[in-house]
């Protein structure tokens, strides 16, 4: 078990459901008539996933990806390793990336440029959190939760040593 403790709540329950019932429905609204896949980064993004697909009203399938950073270091060092590829082609679908955390960025940049070299029909972003003032590389969410600074997060689907997952609240670690 690893020893840091939590410090405080970041982000409670409450305001994390609040905020996915805003986002599912800002994004029903943005594909209506249109059927959605929503593509999963593993494994921060389950939890979200599973909240905010519950919150569509359009048709949405699902697919994951599991990628990571070369090197082990905790700083992504921006060359991506695809540890496992989607299910299904996405040629000609409406694609979703949904991420728990954007921070340097460098994993959503190679994952969009990958992505689009599949020839989907289009290609968005959703990430719960953003933490702007660490960002390496110019890209944006299309559709974000929250901005957060610069702290350690855990919860919600964030781990840290693959611990604390499952807490329903984000936190910060002491
Ligand atoms: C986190 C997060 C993003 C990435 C963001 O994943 O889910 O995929 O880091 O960092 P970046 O913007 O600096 O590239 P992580 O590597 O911690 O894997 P996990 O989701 O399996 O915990």
Redesign the pocket.
């Known amino acids: 078990m690893p020893e840091k403790r939590l410090e405080k709540i970041l982000l409670g329950r409450t305001e994390i459901e609040q905020k996915i019932v805003e986002l599912g429905s800002q994004i029903s609204k943005d594909y209506e008539g249109k059927e959605l896949l929503l593509i999963c ?5 389950v939890i979200f996933l599973a909240d905010l697909m519950r919150h569509l009203t359009v048709p949405a399938e699902i697919d994951f990806m599991a990628v ?2 070369y090197g082990a270091s905790t700083e ?1 060092s921006g060359v991506v390793r695809i540890l496992k590829d989607l299910d299904c082609s996405i040629e000609n679908k409406h694609c979703l990336i949904v ?10 940049k190679y994952l969009e440029e990958n992505l689009l070299s599949r020839h989907p029909a289009s290609i968005k972003i959703v990430a719960l959190l953003d933490k702007p003032e660490r960002r390496k590389v110019a890209i944006q969410p299309d559709y974000c939760g929250f901005k957060i600074p610069d702290e350690f997060v855990v919860g919600y689907g ?2 840290f040593s693959e611990q604390y997952r499952g807490l329903p609240d984000l936190c910060v670690l002491a």
């Open positions: 980064v593993l494994k921060g993004a990571s950073s992504s991420e728990d955390i954007i921070d340097s960025g460098l994993t959503l964030l781990d």
